[in-house]
């Protein structure tokens, strides 16, 4: 099994910068696929970003809306994955879950950086328990 813990949410003014960390724990040997998603009140759960470990950081996918903003990276040894926000808007507004693809999945790597897992929101993915981030 495996745990997936956030931090670095809270309340910062349009414009401003705040960085995630998901800090994973268990049996992280088998994870690949990890990812940031967001869900704001009365909306759905999005995928915002994802890496695929490998060669230079890994492949990455960006959510259109947050691309030039938002940068997702990864400490390969350790599986911690961050999310380092910059020019915040009120509409980020939403509490950020942490994921990660678990094993025996039906999608492939090219699903992660195309932006085909974070689309899905799959049912089975490993999560944290949120950390809420508040733009005004």
């Known amino acids: 099994h495996v745990q997936l813990v956030e931090s670095g949410g809270g309340s910062v003014q349009a414009g401003g910068s705040l960085t995630l960390s998901c800090g994973a724990s268990?049996?992280?040997?088998?994870?690949?696929?990890m990812g940031w998603f967001r869900q704001a009140p009365g909306k759905k759960r999005e995928g915002v970003a994802a890496?695929?470990?490998?060669?230079?950081?890994?492949?990455?996918f960006i959510l259109d809306s947050v691309k030039g903003r938002f940068t997702i990276s990864q400490d390969s040894a350790t599986k911690t994955l961050y999310l380092q926000m910059d020019s915040l808007r009120p509409n980020d507004t939403a509490m950020y879950y942490c994921?990660?693809?678990?094993?025996?999945?039906?999608?492939?790597?090219?699903?992660?950086?195309?932006?085909?897992?974070?689309?899905?929101?799959?049912?089975?993915?490993?999560w944290g328990q949120g950390t809420q981030v508040t733009v005004s």
């Open positions: 268990g049996d992280t040997y088998s994870l690949q696929c």
């Open positions: 994921a990660a693809d678990p094993p025996g999945s039906p999608f492939a790597p090219y699903d992660c950086y195309s932006g085909s897992w974070s689309t899905r929101v799959y049912e089975k993915n490993y």
């Open positions: 890496i695929y470990p490998g060669p230079g950081g890994g492949r990455t």
